[in-house]
């Protein structure tokens, strides 16, 4: 246990550092609610803030909710939509700010390698952007490993993330919008919670941004709630 709980340090350490020599330095806050609400439907919501700084230079607020439906245990469809406050630097120093809203669908395929979750998440997303008015179709690809670090016969509490996502934007001359990839740690507070500290570096066409990930979430299952 001292020695995992001496990696989350050591990664925090790297995470800090790397982020000082970075051309982009950016902070990346995250709560995530996971809720079974029936057998068959679990309700996610998403709340989640960036900086170019460490709190105060805003660069970009999310709100998030959308159902999943699970077809059979490996394979959930779902959809939803997204708010967005964007908030960059012109060439000028100064900031534009600008508001988009998403619809989503999206499928998720489960499977496992031995004792490692993997996930490939697909999802398209509408995007309504103002200032100006724009309206762009995203595609999404994502796989997600989550990597328990304790032994088979114990209780998991620490585990690792490794994620890679492509996106690409549909009807432009250059489709290319960015790939982002995730390193990081999480551990489990409790049955329902977790935190999570990460480094997220994410390449487009123009720029690498690069980001400490400090996150946090919770797992509940509703059904117990409406049956009392």
């Known amino acids: 246990m001292r020695k995992l709980n001496l990696t989350f340090l050591l990664l925090l350490s790297f995470c800090v550092n790397a982020q000082q020599d970075a051309v982009n330095y950016n902070m990346w806050y995250q709560y995530l609610l996971n809720a079974k609400v029936s057998d068959k ?3 996610t919501t998403l709340a989640q803030y960036r900086s170019f700084d460490l709190l105060l230079d805003s660069r970009l607020f999310v709100a998030v909710g959308y159902l999943d439906y699970s077809i ?3 394979v959930t ?28 669908q999206q499928i998720n395929l489960n499977d496992r390698i031995g004792r490692t979750t993997l996930t490939h998440r697909f999802r398209v997303e509408e995007r309504f952007l103002n200032n ?10 994502l796989a997600s490993f989550k990597i328990p670090l304790n ?20 009807r432009r001359e250059r ?3 960015s790939n982002r990839v995730t390193v990081g740690l999480g551990y489990n507070v409790s049955k329902h919670s977790a ?3 990460a480094l997220i570096s994410q390449m487009s066409e123009f720029r690498t941004s690069n980001y400490l990930h400090l996150g946090f979430r919770n797992s509940f299952d509703w059904r117990k709630k409406k049956a009392e």
């Open 41 to 43: 439907m679990t309700l």
């Open 72 to 74: 059979n245990n490996k």
């Open 77 to 104: 469809v779902g959809a939803g939509g997204m708010f967005l406050n964007l908030e960059s630097y012109g060439r000028n120093g100064q900031k534009r700010e600008r508001t988009e809203r998403r619809a989503l």
């Open 132 to 141: 100006p008015n724009t309206f762009i179709v995203r595609l999404r690809y």
């Open 151 to 170: 032994k088979s016969n114990q209780q998991q509490v620490n585990y690792a993330i490794v994620k890679n996502e492509i996106r690409m934007s549909a």
């Open 175 to 177: 489709p290319f919008d």
């Open 195 to 197: 935190v999570e500290v």
